[in-house]
């Protein structure tokens, strides 16, 4: 059974940071690029971060450049991202999500964390 369990969300003030981490399991790890999803009240989820399965190439959305880092640590099976410079725009619940690299139907989706930056 595959479980994506994220943790680290909470509260923090405009310009402080956070790190999120997303634990998988049930799944062979290095075969699957991992992601985070952010949505906001009312708005639809959105691609925050991409990290590939092999070579660690990474993608973002142009809201978080330059103050977002995704990174994985295969031996823990852990995807993490940290967030730097936060801003009330930031806030929302965050979604780690696993997609096998060649089987484009077969994904995964964790719980969320919530994230409120906020003064």
């Known amino acids: 059974q595959v479980q994506l369990v994220e943790s680290g969300g909470g509260l923090v003030q405009p310009g402080g940071s956070l790190r999120l981490s997303c634990a998988a399991s049930?799944?062979?790890?290095?075969?699957?690029?991992m992601s985070w999803y952010r949505q906001a009240p009312g708005k639809e989820r959105e691609l925050v971060a991409v990290?590939?399965?092999?070579?660690?190439?990474?993608n973002y959305a142009d809201s978080v450049k330059g103050r977002f880092a995704i990174s994985r640590d295969g031996a823990k099976k852990t995807v993490y991202l940290d967030m730097n410079s936060l801003k009330p725009d930031d806030t929302g619940v965050y979604f780690c999500?696993?997609?096998?690299?060649?089987?484009?139907?077969?994904?995964?989706w964790g719980q969320g964390t919530q994230v409120t930056v906020s003064s």
């Open positions: 999500n696993a997609q096998h690299k060649t089987l484009k139907g077969i994904h995964f």
């Open positions: 990290i590939v399965s092999v070579g660690g190439t990474t």
């Open positions: 049930g799944l062979f790890f290095s075969k699957y690029d």
